[in-house]
């Protein structure tokens, strides 16, 4: 095992196994990147950021579905990730410096320990979690 990393569960998920050392990329990966499909898009973008990817590029190199590219792009430059130029492409663009340095750990988790990454980002939410959420004083809506 990798050292500075150890595993706990999260969620109630009895079979979830996840990175719980940081607590940013847990709730990184659980924010911004929905599925398997999703990692793969961003890190991909993410590989050679100066480059702009048509959306039928990433199709074919990943070889999934034009939705599922589509609403993983849209979700991606809502949370910053990545963004659309004028001809209709699409290249890595992270907003804040966190989020690349989120990203890039993600990246090392994923390569090291693509089934606790996976685990993470298909488990359901903690409804305990979800609750407190929803009583958290938010000033900005």
């Known amino acids: 095992m990798a050292a500075g990393y150890r595993f706990a569960r ?3 998920v009895a079979s979830e196994r996840v990175l719980a050392d940081d607590p940013r990329l847990v709730a990184f990966a ?3 990147i929905k599925s398997v499909w999703a990692v793969e898009l961003l890190l991909l973008l993410r590989r050679d950021p100066a480059r702009c990817w048509a959306p039928d590029e990433l199709v ?3 070889r999934a579905s034009t939705n599922l590219v589509r ?3 849209a979700s ?3 949370s ?3 963004v659309e130029d004028d001809d209709a492409c699409w290249r890595y663009a992270p907003a804040a410096a966190a989020l690349d340095e989120l990203a890039g750990q993600l990246e090392a988790a994923y390569r090291e320990r693509p089934v606790a990454i996976i ?3 298909s488990a359901p939410p903690d409804p305990i979690q979800g609750l407190a959420d929803a009583f958290k004083w938010r000033g900005d809506k």
Request: proline share 0%; net charge neutral; no cysteine.
């Open 10 to 12: 999260i969620g109630g």
């Open 30 to 32: 659980r924010e911004h």
């Open 60 to 62: 074919r190199e990943l």
């Open 71 to 73: 609403d993983n792009l």
């Open 76 to 78: 991606f430059q809502r």
């Open 80 to 82: 910053g990730l990545a």
């Open 119 to 121: 685990n993470l980002i």
